[in-house]
């Protein structure tokens, strides 16, 4: 036939079967109202398939072993109706055809599953979604070759304009649905193709580490309140940009959920939300031109780990208040940047360890029981139009910065400077450190200090009760004019180490220092280690007070 059609007005308890055929037109199955019906078509070949059901309830459509040009379905599913393809070929070789699998129907109570399937195409789309996903649908991917080879690039339209996995933006997840992805390997042709684009409403998006992607953008973006998601990416490689975020407005939280990043590369990647409860941010061996952390609003309970990660810029930016934080850049080397700001940090603390940088910058609002620590790092900038290495312009209250066996190196003209308070119970804590700035130059104008290895901004103080601790630095400058040390304290403090309970540790028992050797000082769990006892150390053993 030149066009073969198959049309159901009322089928109940029905069976409709297909097998080792060649249908080599387009072909439709029209279904007006089915319940309980099988559709099964098996080790059979088609030119293009129509599948358009008007109402469907526990009713299957299977394909099996089939091949097929292009692939398209509209209506509804619903009530425990399934669309299922496994290991079928949906190749499309004609340029014209922008898609090679559209799906056109609403699911809800209802599946959509492609399983050990290829969809190819030289069009715009490999597989387009272009209709919502109700309560309890779900639209499932496993196993599948996905890629589009089409190499142009598209500039009108709504987005996704090309996509190897496509959702239409206006067409949610909805709430209690879902999109699971698991072992694909998705390619596009062009950088300006997404590799996967999606825009739940409220509803759930699993997509595990099996997934492999090449070229092309990935784009996750939920429009309402959303939990349990999980997204995992995992050996992907030559991706221009990753996004995960979710609605950035203060209403919005995104609950419960996990994003993983490994062993991949990509120009840049950007997860965000708006408030968050409970989210873990977790990347191991990733190449990342810039990796971006963003909250807009109050985020509580809230892990990031970033291990082994090589780039240029890591920056982290939580807008508002941020409870029981968590955060560590390990092992990692960033050229140009480390940039973390936090407003309202409460009760958590971040850590830089092992890590080479250009450069630090921090920023916000550090409060009781929040912490940032930088040990063992290498803090280098060459750029001499950068005039500070080292920057915090973040105020600490009852709260702790310590920079410790680190070496901070510049030529600019300033390598550790500070320009914010440090309140009451806030420390600045630096140990073991080499602090240097090779500038030769003299700055004659501007506020003191104009240029110094360890400088303060002189109306930026440490009040009373809080401290600025320094034990064993090795400080340099490059020129007679800069300060190796300059700081302005607001108030004296009432004794000569003052001790805030949450961080005790107290800087004494140097060479140059003679202390009591039967005084006794605790340590607290969270930093335990005391800067004493020292083999270089000469302490009068008799000395009482």
Request: a positive charge; proline letters at 3%; one cysteine or more.
């Amino acid at each position: 036939s030149s066009s073969p059609s198959f049309t159901f007005t009322t089928a109940t308890d029905f069976e409709f079967a297909i097998a080792n055929s060649t249908l080599a037109a387009t072909t439709t199955f029209t279904l007006t109202t089915a319940t309980n019906m099988t559709m099964l078509l098996t080790s059979s070949s088609f030119d293009k398939i129509r599948l358009l059901p008007t109402t469907m309830k526990y009713t299957s459509a299977i394909l099996q072993n089939c091949n097929m040009s292009t692939f398209f379905t509209s209506g509804t599913y619903s009530l425990n109706s399934t669309l299922q393809l496994d290991q079928c070929n949906v190749i499309n070789t004609v340029s014209t055809i922008t898609t090679a699998f559209m799906n056109s129907a609403t699911f809800r109570d209802s599946l959509l599953e492609i399983r050990r399937t290829t969809i190819d195409t030289n069009g715009i789309f490999a597989f387009f979604n272009n209709a919502h996903v109700y309560a309890g649908g779900i639209h499932r991917l496993v196993d599948n070759f996905i890629r589009t080879t089409y190499t142009g690039r598209i500039t009108t339209g709504y987005e996704p304009k090309q996509a190897a996995i496509g959702y239409y933006y206006a067409n949610y997840v909805y709430t209690n649905a879902a999109l699971e992805m698991s072992n694909n390997e998705v390619s596009v042709g062009s950088n300006y193709s997404f590799g996967l684009y999606v825009r739940p409403n409220t509803g759930r998006v699993i997509h595990d580490g099996l997934n492999r992607y090449t070229n092309g953008h990935i784009y996750v973006y939920h429009l309402a309140s959303a939990d349990n998601n999980h997204f995992i990416l995992n050996q992907s490689t030559m991706l221009q940009s990753v996004s995960l975020l979710c609605n950035a407005a203060v209403s919005v939280t995104y609950l419960n959920s996990t994003v993983g990043l490994y062993n991949s590369d990509a120009k840049s990647v950007y997860v965000g939300v708006g408030k968050a409860d409970n989210l873990t941010i977790d990347s191991s061996d990733m190449t990342v031109g810039a990796f971006t952390v963003s909250a807009t609003a109050a985020v509580d309970l809230v892990s990031v780990n970033v291990r082994r990660m090589s780039g240029d810029t890591t920056t982290w930016n939580f807008a508002s208040t941020a409870n029981a934080l968590s955060g560590s850049i390990t092992d990692g080397i960033m050229s140009k940047l480390i940039a973390i700001t936090v407003v309202g940090y409460t009760d958590g603390g971040t850590i830089i360890n092992r890590t080479n940088a250009g450069r630090i910058a921090v920023g916000g609002i550090f409060n009781a029981g929040s912490s940032l620590q930088v040990d063992q790092c290498n803090v280098i900038n060459t750029v001499s139009t950068i005039t500070t290495a080292f920057m915090n312009s973040a105020t600490f209250r009852d709260s702790l910065l310590e920079i410790r066996r680190t070496t901070i190196d510049t030529n600019g003209i300033f390598a550790f400077f500070n320009n914010a308070h440090v309140y009451a119970g806030g420390i600045h804590r630096l140990v073991d450190n080499f602090i240097r700035t090779t500038y030769t130059g003299r700055i004659t104008t501007g506020y003191e200090p104009k240029q110094a290895a360890i400088g303060y901004y002189y109306a930026n103080y440490v009040y009373t009760n809080a401290a600025l601790e320094m034990s064993n630095n090795e400080v340099s400058v490059g020129s007679n004019y800069s300060f190796g040390l300059y700081v302005r304290p607001n108030t004296r403090a009432p004794q000569q180490w003052t001790y805030h309970p949450r961080w005790p540790e107290p800087i004494h028992q140097r060479a140059h220092l003679r202390v009591p050797h039967d005084q006794r000082w605790t340590c607290h769990p969270r930093w335990p280690e005391p800067l004493h006892q020292r083999a270089h150390l000469r302490v009068p053993l008799g000395q009482r007070r």
